[in-house]
C-alpha cells in the first residue's frame, strides 16, 4: 500500500538538504523530464509561468561549467542583472550567514583567511559540485520581478520533485553572476535574464560538506497568529 501523499511530502521536505558533492551516478533524461513536468505545477500570476530551463548533462554541462570556471578563475566578474543579498548585512541575517560559512568551513578544513582554498570551494558551484546533471533558469526581463516569487515556488517544485524520486539538488544563485558566458555559451537570447542554476543527482555520502546540518527558526519566531 501507497504512503498518502501528505506524508511522501513531509518526507521530502525534511529530507531535502543542500548537496555540495554528487556522485558521477547518471540521471536519465525521461527522470529530468518528469520532474520539471510536475514542477510545471507550480502556480504563477495569472498562469504566466514565468520560467524557461535549461537541462544539461553529459558534455554540454562539462562545457558550460570549464568556460565560467575559467571567467572566475581569472578573476573576471560579469555581475548580475538583479540583487540577490542585501548591500550591507545586519543581524539576525548576517548571523545566520556566518553560522553556515563557518560550519561548512570547518567541514572542510578551511581555516579563517585561507582564500585559496575558499575560492576552490566558491569556484566548485560552477561545476555544479560534480552532480550529473545541472540546470540553468531563465526568465524573459519584460516580465515583472513580481514573479520572482512564482518563479521561487516553482524551484521549490524541482526541489521536492527530485527528492521523492530519490535524488538530491542544490539551488546556485551563482550561476546569475556570468551572464554573458552562460548566455554566450548556451546560444540564450539576450532577452533572458539568467535567475540562476540547479544541481541534480546523488549525494556523496562521504562527502564531510554534505553532512552540514542547517537549523530552521521555530515559528514562534516567524509568525504572528492572530484571531484563532
Not at 34 to 61: D, H, K, M
Request: proline share 5%; charged share 25%.
Amino acid at each position: 500500500m501507497n504512503a498518502p501523499a501528505a506524508l511522501t511530502v513531509d518526507d521530502a521536505i525534511r529530507s531535502r538538504h543542500s548537496v555540495r558533492r554528487f556522485l558521477s551516478t547518471p540521471v536519465h533524461e525521461s527522470v529530468v523530464r518528469e520532474i520539471l513536468a510536475l514542477s510545471s505545477r507550480a502556480p504563477s500570476g495569472t498562469n504566466v509561468q514565468p520560467w524557461r530551463v535549461y537541462a544539461l548533462a553529459g558534455e554540454e554541462r562539462k562545457s558550460l561549467s570549464a568556460a565560467i570556471l575559467a571567467e572566475y578563475n581569472a578573476g573576471k566578474k560579469e555581475g548580475r542583472a538583479f540583487d540577490y543579498y542585501p548591500p550591507e548585512w545586519v543581524d539576525p541575517w548576517l548571523s545566520r550567514r556566518r553560522k553556515l560559512g563557518l560550519g561548512l568551513y570547518s567541514l572542510l578544513g578551511i581555516g579563517k583567511g585561507d582564500k585559496e582554498k575558499m575560492h576552490e570551494q566558491t569556484g566548485r558551484n560552477y561545476l555544479f559540485f560534480d552532480a550529473p546533471v545541472g540546470l540553468i533558469l531563465t526568465m524573459d526581463k519584460r516580465l515583472g520581478r513580481g514573479m520572482f516569487l512564482d518563479y521561487g515556488v516553482f524551484i521549490g517544485h524541482i526541489l521536492l520533485a527530485a527528492r521523492a524520486r530519490g535524488l538530491d539538488t542544490c539551488v546556485q544563485n551563482a550561476f546569475a553572476d556570468y551572464p554573458d558566458t552562460t548566455r554566450r555559451h548556451l546560444g540564450i537570447d539576450e532577452q533572458e535574464l539568467i535567475v540562476g542554476g540547479v544541481a541534480l543527482g546523488y549525494a556523496d555520502a562521504n562527502a564531510p560538506e554534505n553532512t552540514l546540518a542547517t537549523e530552521r527558526e521555530p515559528v514562534e519566531n516567524f509568525a504572528d497568529f492572530r484571531g484563532f
